[in-house]
């Protein structure tokens, strides 16, 4: 749909432009806006269609609908944005079940006075996460909050996808025995986020590992379709999404410190800031929960990813009914690792 | 899923609680809060999976996608709250396809210092609206940011649903002749804000027309499949819904300002405001635009519910490239009805 110059006498002049109430009133600026940013941007058939629904096709099948708000501070971050965050934190959601991403939806709550250039920065960059993954945004909606009522940028994207008919992963399904899986190196997004907030400037800049896992989860899938649980340790990190596993299982975990990666720089950031790196989060791993005979074959599918080339076993799921993880650290002691209790790293996503 | 009470030693103190920067952090307080709140009032079995996506199964068809933000202020008001308008809203987007509404997913952004006794009083009216239509919340996520970054509370909800397969609506299908009908009175919901908001009262409290119109829109499609174009008219109200259909639709219209219904107190206070009633929402009324030969037929289908029992057929589509909605006025006159241009309504939804 290209600008129709006669419904709108003038284009948005975006690098000297704000957000405004009038770009959220559901009238002729908003209707300019979706034109000319996120439909313009975006780009798609189902999109286009402009109704207030997009409509598609489905296969007889499981399907799955995750949803994700984000609203990360500060909005740009090495590695990455709110933009690129809010598409591959949704995608990999849905991704965790098994399943196909097919479709997302956006949701942007815009504060007034947000500067347009940066509305288009952060809509670029989804739509080359969108693009990338393959998983085009067919629906959205923007509202605008008045100055002071908002923080620039707010975002909930929603997925949905198609799980193939012979997996069925659920974080119920942990059993004793069976191995702990991560597909690459914890904290990297959170330490960067924290970086980048305190002014930290290390001899390398720590990126966010913030990256789309449904390749990935694909490729573990077809090397072994009966894994038992996928979680990606998004807020409170490793830790939490193993105690949740582990409660929600009725199982307990035993983690060996030693094969859990952390990249160098983040542990040493992690020191410096008081932070234990397995309540950061991540944004681009996983964690899998299998059988000890499907580990390997998992694992080596991962290390064949380009996502999952530092994947490690990092520990074994044991009978206990109260559900408690523990770590024998590199000390050679034995530690609780509980949930995170208060809240160390807020708007980390 | 009962609260375990090894896991949270004291159960949330509703009355006396506000929300912390911690019930966003992914950790244990997050927890409690999910399980205390959000589990016990929407309480389905997706949702209960506690997975970070819903799984259900789906029949080969045309499914439809919508998603919607609300930041309506002030949270409450006569006729509703921003909870069981996040439910109407989302539901009626998708109803506008023609479609079955399936499955609802919730996004919460919270601000740090939110009375928790306001957030469980908007999640059971949340509740009761989803129960009331049938439609499940099914998966859903909480975010919380620092004091005077939000403004209470925002939702975004996400809706899908499953189309007839003889049922084809959409935005670009109005043609000459056609008919324009709409479900009730306009412009009750925005007048019922704006007088909650500037302190109005009149005679009698004008409600908002908040609610769920899929089971109306499944009457009319029974009535008639082939209906042209559906659409609720929310922000920039029906006059700007009627200019985007002939917009998409290239076509003109013609309406009768007698034909279209409004309450007097809506229109006393409109006057009062200096409001045109053709720009202010609602959120419980329909748009169909139909073929004449149809049109009978889906008035009597619409007369028949009671969300419908005020319908009207209001005007027709007429041939003009231009797209311009022009209207008779009750005093015999003729003008154009433009798009709304500025933003006289703020977060009205």
């Known amino acids: 749909m290209s600008t129709d110059s006669g419904r709108f006498p003038l284009r948005l002049n975006i690098p000297g432009a704000v957000v405004e109430m009038r770009h959220g009133s559901g009238g002729r600026s908003m209707s300019q806006l979706i034109e000319e940013i996120f439909l313009k941007h975006f780009d798609n058939e189902l999109l286009r269609a402009a109704n207030d629904q997009a409509a598609f096709n489905v296969s007889t099948g499981r399907m799955v609908m995750s949803t994700d708000g984000y609203v990360i501070s500060p909005l740009f971050f090495p590695g990455g944005d709110i933009g690129s965050l809010s598409v591959h934190g949704t995608i990999n959601d849905v991704a965790m079940s098994g399943a196909r991403p097919l479709y997302l939806s956006a949701g942007f709550i815009l504060e007034e006075g947000f500067p347009m250039a940066d509305l288009e920065k952060i809509v670029i960059s989804m739509a ?95 090397a072994a379709p009966a894994i038992h649980c996928l979680r990606d340790p998004t807020r409170g990190g490793l830790a939490t999404v193993l105690n949740e596993l582990a409660y929600q299982s009725h199982v307990g975990m035993k983690l060996d410190e030693q094969m859990i990666p952390v990249k160098p720089a983040v542990q040493a950031l992690c020191e410096l800031l008081g932070l234990d790196p397995l309540y950061v989060a991540c944004e ?13 074959r998992i694992l080596e599918a991962m290390r064949a990813h380009p996502l999952g080339s530092e994947a490690a076993i990092i520990g074994e799921v044991i009978e206990d ?29």
């Open 128 to 222: 080359h996460a969108a693009h990338d993954a393959s998983v085009p945004i067919v629906t959205g909606d923007t509202k605008v909050v008045n100055r002071g009522k908002g923080d620039g940028v707010f975002i909930t994207t929603t997925g949905i996808g198609i799980v193939p008919h012979n997996v069925m992963i659920s974080s119920e399904q942990a059993q004793p025995g069976d191995a702990i899986l991560v597909s690459g190196t914890i904290g990297d997004h959170g330490i960067a986020i924290m970086a980048n907030r305190e002014n930290l400037d290390f001899e390398t800049t720590i990126k966010s590992d913030s990256a789309a896992l449904h390749t990935l989860v694909a490729d573990m899938v077809t």
């Open 321 to 349: 009914t109260h559900g408690f993880v523990q770590m024998e650290t590199c000390f050679g002691g034995n530690r609780v690792v509980d949930w995170l209790a208060g809240e160390p790293l807020p708007r980390i996503c």
């Open 284 to 296: 681009g791993r996983l964690v899998c929960i299998c059988a000890q005979q499907d580990a390997s």
